[in-house]
């Protein structure tokens, strides 16, 4: 008995020591690195499909972005999996590389119909379609956050929503999924919150199209009475995929020519016209035009060398004769002429979001103006005086409504449901000129676009116009002088609805070059 107890003890013991080596084993293989991160890696493996932003809309509620949607493939790795999707995948290179790591992988596929258990296929809205409108209004992003345009100036508002796409698997502990579990689907929706523009994606689509001629410039659209902006587009366009490439294009695809000030011209010259009808002498002075003025020791010549006989105003602006405005300009002084361009907008800048202002552009001092030469400069929009694209519209609307400059206005507001506005966002108009000065300058605008050899007004349309061809002082490598070429208008001529303003950079002639770009853009508008 006694010996029997003993084994008993002994076994006991051995036992004991044997599960005390075991227990030791187990805690040094636990600490291995390898079984570590495999132990972390069990569970489950969540890929991410993809997310949408919120959505930036025209006045009237047409998303401007997530307007198509792509088909995202959700992969299990698995040889079916690859079977089914390998007539699909856009990229089969890279679908190759993920699947050899046999981890669950996206991959962009050209259908949303694949019927396989191991392949779960989203359909995600597509943030910008090729071409994306309104461009240079919209913006891009880069790593989920607004960089330009509207997606910066925004930013809060279109990535302050929560709307992704996703699979869940279960994995073992190398990342694999389990055979037979299911994964978890998680569907995100197209935000409807976001920001409501003043454009309206008709004339936007009307300005890209005709504009397309332009090889660098701008088109710009403006409501007569508010001010609001109904097409904004700017050339030549980008790819958002290819910033690289657009920063280093010598024609500079990346900005928005609205907002930058160029030199004028003889758009300047409806100015000169409203100062001296303001002072009394618009309608009396005249002047005969041989090709040529001397002011002081320096001669202005006209653009037609035989000169164009006896002028009047009307006359003088339909030829856009610069000796007549010379001459008419050194009837009243540089401080009334100057006046008269800020009352019409020159010199202001035009906000429209905390990170899109049009730039103030130039005007020459009272002690410039001192000079006979410069204020003779000044009274047909040559020498220091530039102006944006936004700010000579203005002016147009100015001009074709009762003489007050009105609000610019690119943004209506934030939106919940892309109906309505939360707050819709106004400003200010300011005084601008009189009345009767209006009615005058509609006059000699309507007078100036009659003419036969105007290129800028379609048949049926009645309107107002005055072209500009802006001297640089830059010259190509044959001397030649690159000049910007100018058209603003109003119509319909009797009731006007629409001010349109066309920028062809350096391309030469306004009458040439943006004048047809203007006839396309109002029989398009009219035609709505």
């Not at 187990?26 to 493996?45: D, I, R, V």
């Not at 792509?70 to 190759?96: K, R």
């Not at 779960?120 to 379609?129: D, F, G, H, M, S």
């Not at 853009?521 to 709505?528: E, F, Q, T, V």
Request: aromatic content about 8%; overall charge negative.
């Amino acid at each position: 008995m006694r010996k029997l107890k003993n084994r008993l003890a002994v076994l006991r013991l051995l036992l004991v020591l044997l599960f005390c080596t075991v227990a030791v084993y187990l805690a040094w293989l636990m600490q291995k690195p390898e079984l570590l991160q495999a132990a972390a890696g069990q569970g489950s493996y969540t890929c991410t499909a993809g997310t949408a932003a919120g959505t930036i809309y025209d006045r009237n509620g047409v998303p401007l972005v997530n307007t198509r949607s792509v088909c995202t493939a959700v992969v299990s790795p698995t040889p079916e999996a690859a079977e089914a999707l390998l007539p699909h995948v856009l990229d089969a290179e890279a679908f190759y590389e993920k699947l050899a790591q046999g981890k669950p992988f996206t991959c962009t596929v050209d259908t949303a119909d694949i019927a396989c258990p191991d392949v779960t296929v989203l359909e995600i809205p597509q943030r910008y379609t090729m071409p994306q409108p309104a461009q240079h209004v919209i913006g891009y992003t880069q790593e989920g956050k607004g960089v330009a345009g509207l997606e910066s100036a925004y930013d809060a508002v279109l990535r302050g929503v929560d709307s992704q796409w996703s699979v869940t698997f279960s994995v073992d502990g190398k990342g694999k999924p389990l055979a037979g579990e299911a994964a978890q689907v998680r569907y995100g929706a197209n935000p409807v919150q976001g920001v409501m523009t003043t454009l309206d994606i008709r004339m936007q689509r009307i300005c890209e199209t005709a504009g397309a001629s332009l090889q660098k410039g701008c088109v710009v659209v403006m409501d007569v009475e508010s001010g609001d902006i109904l097409g904004l587009a700017s050339f030549p366009g980008y790819t958002p995929d290819a910033l690289g490439e657009a920063m280093q294009d010598p024609d500079s695809p990346m900005i928005q020519r609205a907002l930058y000030a160029y030199p004028v011209g003889s758009i300047f010259k409806l100015v000169t016209a409203a100062c001296a009808y303001e002072n009394g002498a618009g309608t009396a002075f005249q002047w005969n035009c041989n090709g040529a003025i001397s002011i002081g020791s320096q001669r202005f010549r006209c653009h037609d060398p035989q000169g164009h006989g006896l002028q009047n105003l009307a006359d003088a602006m339909r030829n856009s004769c610069n000796p007549y405005f010379i001459a008419l300009g050194q009837t009243f002084s540089g401080k009334e002429l100057l006046e008269t361009a800020k009352a019409l907008g020159f010199g202001t800048e035009t906000v429209l979001t905390s990170n899109m202002i049009g730039s103030s552009g130039t005007l020459p001092t009272l002690q410039q103006l001192k000079l006979p030469a410069e204020q003779a400069n000044f009274s047909f929009g040559q020498g220091v005086l530039t102006a944006t694209p936004l700010q000579i519209t203005r002016m147009t609307c100015a001009i074709a409504g009762n003489g007050t400059l009105p609000a610019v206005r690119l943004v209506r507001g934030v939106t919940e449901n892309g109906r309505t506005v939360l707050r819709e966002e106004t400003g200010l108009s300011e005084t601008g000129i009189s009345a009767d000065t209006a009615q005058f300058l509609r006059r000699l605008m309507c007078y100036t676009a009659a003419d036969e050899d105007f290129q800028g007004m379609p048949a049926h349309v009645s309107m107002g116009a005055k072209t500009s061809t802006a001297q640089t002082g830059r010259v190509d490598e044959s001397g030649d002088e690159y000049c910007h070429g100018w058209v603003t208008a109003f119509f319909p001529a009797d009731c006007p609805q629409y001010a349109v303003t066309v920028l062809a950079e350096d391309g030469g002639y306004g009458n040439q070059t943006a004048a047809p770009v203007l006839r396309q853009i109002a029989a398009a508008i009219m035609g709505l």
